[in-house]
């Protein structure tokens, strides 16, 4: 039986297959037919030439790993005959890759969005209260102030009132600290927060007297305090000062602005097969024609670059910033032998089951969501804001909860988040989820947003592309709502390096 399979590149040594093949059935394009000797999973690698054992294998046009045994034509590559080809620390040398093309828009795609215009300029795609505390020892006072609080205001010129509870803020030292400061002061100027009240308890090492110092350039009418240990009624007083940031908040309204104001976030999670092929390609199109417009995009995961940072460092816009992606891929090989742990321990046990075999072959899939025109202008530090248009880096580790926070600190007003496995997860901003299958599309309708697995049942590229573009339009503009908003899935995690007293 001749069943589907795809074929990257001409130089490819493998295959991914659409659907699951049995032995005898046989897999073609052009002027190949490769017969099946073995049974391959969906998602999963077929060889389509016979492989020496010590030889590289090569998916994307780029080597995915090394055979660690002889691979017949036909049958399944994968953990038990293929391993990494990375180790240790690199050199790099500045190459820029001149663009070959310019990436032209869609002649019917939409240029601006509806939202809410700050007075320093930054727009929002949410007009939301959002309660940060600077200790996860109040998380419940804090959610039950965004309970009652939401009860009350929501829909009255607000979008809603969320609280973001986490364990962090005391018995936190140097970096450690810094690190949840910087995180919660992200959170806190970001633009779909229309205002912030800030709780604390009064004896933590991230008291708000201190962490006043880290929200310097965030509005100060937007910002309200509460200190739980220096007042009588928590709730009274709370209720009054959100009463105040409602008041405030809702003089804002939705109006028409630029894409050039849109920060998108791009990530991953439960990867699988199909990820570096249909989602992530889709996003990373996105992404260039946000870009295009003059926008942002903010691509994270550092682990997940490695095996393939040289393709971001190519792009880098200039020297300066080519040394800042070395820096950054190099600070975090670093952290992981810092810590004992080797640096190329990836994939994970879901994307190795989901068909991805090496951290090269998932980094060659993830950096795709950044796209293929768009100069790297930026390398963003943990819980800073992106500052210039273009494709920004994001210091951030691959953990999706560590990572969306990370996005949205970073100033990113929606996410856009491929899975091939699945997962309910959603971050403080839209996180909208693309499925790279669409089984899995299917499957879980109350977490998928957009299907992009319908790539491999012929919808042309640029047709999907234009309507993911056009979702994006829509979230952004408040006339859709990602499902991790519908389910009420709203969630941060913060970077821990260092000992708890």
Same mark, same amino acid.
């Given at each position: 039986?001749?069943?589907?399979?795809?074929?990257?590149?001409?130089?490819?040594?493998?295959?991914?297959?659409?659907?699951?093949?049995?032995?005898?059935?046989?897999?073609?394009?052009?002027?190949?037919?490769?017969?099946?000797?073995?049974?391959?999973?969906?998602?999963?690698?077929?060889?389509?030439?016979?492989?020496?054992?010590?030889?590289?294998?090569?998916?994307?046009?780029?080597?995915?790993?090394?055979?660690?045994?002889?691979?017949?034509?036909?049958?399944?590559?994968?953990?038990?005959?293929?391993?990494?080809?990375?180790?240790?620390?690199?050199?790099?040398?500045?190459?820029?890759?001149?663009?070959?093309?310019?990436?032209?828009?869609?002649?019917?795609?939409?240029?601006?969005?509806?939202?809410?215009?700050?007075?320093?300029?930054?727009?929002?795609?949410?007009?939301?209260?959002?309660?940060?505390?600077?200790?996860?020892?109040?998380?419940?006072?804090?959610?039950?102030?965004?309970?009652?609080?939401?009860?009350?205001?929501?829909?009255?010129?607000?979008?809603?009132?969320?609280? =973001?509870?986490?364990?962090?803020?005391?018995?936190?030292?140097?970096?450690?600290?810094?690190?949840?400061?910087?995180?919660?002061?992200?959170?806190?100027?970001?633009?779909?927060?229309?205002?912030?009240?800030?709780?604390?308890?009064?004896?933590?090492?991230?008291?708000?007297?201190?962490?006043?110092?880290?929200?310097?350039?965030?509005?100060?009418?937007?910002?309200? =305090?509460?200190?739980?240990?220096?007042?009588?009624?928590?709730?009274?007083?709370?209720?009054?000062?959100?009463?105040?940031?409602?008041?405030?908040?809702?003089?804002?309204?939705?109006?028409?602005?630029?894409?050039?104001?849109?920060?998108?976030?791009?990530?991953?999670?439960?990867?699988?097969?199909?990820?570096?092929?249909?989602?992530?390609?889709?996003?990373?199109?996105?992404?260039?024609?946000?870009?295009?417009?003059?926008?942002?995009?903010?691509?994270?995961?550092?682990?997940?670059?490695?095996?393939?940072?040289?393709?971001? !460092?190519?792009?880098?816009?200039?020297?300066?910033? =080519?040394?800042?992606?070395?820096?950054?891929?190099?600070?975090?090989?670093?952290?992981?032998?810092?810590?004992?742990?080797?640096?190329?321990?990836?994939?994970?046990?879901?994307?190795?089951?989901?068909?991805?075999?090496?951290?090269?072959?998932?980094?060659?899939?993830?950096?795709?969501?950044?796209?293929?025109?768009?100069?790297?202008?930026?390398?963003?530090?943990?819980?800073?804001?992106?500052?210039?248009?273009?494709?920004?880096?994001?210091?951030?580790?691959?953990?999706? !909860?560590?990572?969306?926070?990370?996005?949205?600190?970073?100033?990113?007003?929606?996410?856009? =988040?491929?899975?091939?496995?699945?997962?309910?997860?959603?971050?403080?901003?839209?996180?909208?989820?693309?499925?790279?299958?669409?089984?899995?599309?299917?499957?879980?309708?109350?977490?998928?947003?957009?299907?992009?697995?319908?790539?491999?049942?012929?919808?042309?590229?640029?047709?999907?592309?234009?309507?993911?573009?056009?979702?994006?339009?829509?979230?952004?503009?408040?006339?859709?709502?990602?499902?991790?908003?519908?389910?009420?899935?709203?969630?941060?995690?913060?970077?821990?390096?260092?000992?708890?007293?």
């Amino acid at each position: 039986m001749v069943k589907k399979a795809l074929h990257l590149a001409p130089d490819d040594d493998v295959a991914i297959a659409v659907e699951p093949l049995a032995v005898g059935d046989t897999i073609a394009w052009e002027n190949h037919v490769i017969e099946v000797q073995e049974p391959i999973g969906r998602g999963h690698k077929v060889a389509v030439r016979a492989i020496a054992r010590g030889e590289r294998v090569y998916k994307y046009g780029f080597p995915i790993g090394v055979a660690t045994r002889d691979i017949p034509r036909g049958t399944w590559v994968h953990v038990h005959n293929v391993r990494t080809a990375l180790s240790g620390k690199l050199e790099y040398a500045y190459q820029p890759e001149l663009v070959t093309g310019v990436q032209q828009e869609h002649p019917v795609m939409p240029t601006s969005f509806r939202g809410y215009v700050r007075e320093n300029g930054q727009v929002g795609t949410r007009n939301e209260i959002w309660i940060i505390n600077t200790v996860g020892c109040v998380n419940k006072v804090a959610e039950r102030l965004a309970t009652l609080a939401d009860a009350r205001w929501r829909g009255q010129g607000i979008d809603g009132v969320y609280h =973001f509870p986490h364990p962090y803020g005391c018995s936190q030292l140097g970096d450690d600290l810094g690190y949840t400061q910087s995180l919660l002061a992200g959170l806190a100027r970001h633009p779909n927060a229309a205002g912030v009240l800030i709780v604390g308890l009064g004896c933590e090492n991230n008291r708000i007297e201190s962490f006043r110092s880290a929200l310097s350039d965030v509005p100060q009418e937007k910002l309200r =305090f509460l200190e739980l240990q220096a007042t009588a009624d928590e709730f009274e007083v709370g209720m009054s000062l959100i009463a105040e940031l409602v008041q405030y908040a809702s003089h804002y309204k939705r109006e028409e602005t630029s894409v050039a104001k849109l920060k998108i976030g791009l990530k991953c999670g439960g990867s699988d097969g199909f990820s570096g092929m249909t989602a992530n390609p889709l996003v990373g199109r996105v992404a260039d024609w946000v870009t295009l417009h003059g926008g942002t995009a903010l691509l994270t995961e550092v682990p997940e670059m490695f095996g393939a940072e040289t393709i971001l !460092m190519q792009r880098a816009e200039n020297e300066e910033v =080519f040394e800042q992606i070395v820096d950054l891929i190099n600070r975090w090989k670093d952290y992981y032998q810092r810590h004992g742990q080797p640096i190329y321990e990836n994939p994970s046990p879901g994307n190795k089951d989901g068909g991805i075999t090496t951290l090269e072959e998932k980094s060659l899939g993830c950096v795709q969501k950044g796209g293929r025109t768009a100069k790297v202008v930026d390398v963003v530090a943990y819980g800073q804001s992106a500052q210039k248009p273009g494709l920004n880096l994001v210091e951030a580790p691959g953990n999706d !909860m560590v990572s969306v926070s990370a996005l949205a600190a970073a100033g990113a007003q929606l996410v856009l =988040f491929t899975t091939g496995r699945g997962t309910p997860m959603g971050g403080p901003v839209p996180t909208v989820k693309i499925a790279t299958n669409s089984d899995l599309a299917r499957q879980k309708p109350g977490w998928i947003d957009f299907d992009a697995g319908r790539l491999t049942d012929g919808v042309p590229f640029d047709d999907l592309a234009l309507q993911l573009y056009e979702h994006v339009i829509r979230v952004a503009s408040g006339e859709d709502l990602a499902r991790n908003e519908r389910n009420g899935y709203r969630e941060i995690a913060i970077f821990k390096d260092g000992v708890t007293l």
